[in-house]
């Protein structure tokens, strides 16, 4: 069996198909920014644990809620918590009034 030719429109990160970007929208999550894991972002990375591979969604605030990083970085486990993710922002926005 010949090996499959590289196809260069194969998605290669979460953001690469419509299920994580249209489950941020459903979340209410209207913004969000790619950093790249470099000098530049030395300090932003260590604010948020983050190394290459990682999501890290934030309150409005910038306060971290959770990270994905690398293997856990996946489709289902960053749409799974996008789907509940009113009922976290809420169990945050709580523990911020105690």
């Known amino acids: 069996m010949a090996a499959k030719k590289y196809n260069p429109?194969?998605?290669?990160?979460?953001?690469?198909?419509?299920?994580?970007?249209?489950?941020?929208?459903?979340?209410?999550?209207?913004?969000?920014?790619?950093?790249?894991?470099?000098?530049?972002?030395v300090e932003k990375m260590k604010k948020y644990g983050a190394g290459p591979n990682t999501l890290v969604i934030c309150a409005p605030n910038g306060d971290k809620l959770i990270a994905f990083a690398g293997e856990q970085c996946t489709q289902s486990n960053v749409t799974s918590f996008l789907k509940q993710f009113p009922q976290h922002f809420q169990a945050y926005m709580n523990s911020k009034k105690k």
Do not use: H, R, Y
């Not at 290669?12 to 972002?41: C, H, R």
């Open 9 to 41: 429109k194969a998605p290669t990160t979460i953001f690469d198909t419509p299920a994580v970007p249209n489950e941020l929208k459903k979340a209410g999550i209207s913004q969000f920014a790619k950093i790249t894991a470099g000098a530049a972002n």
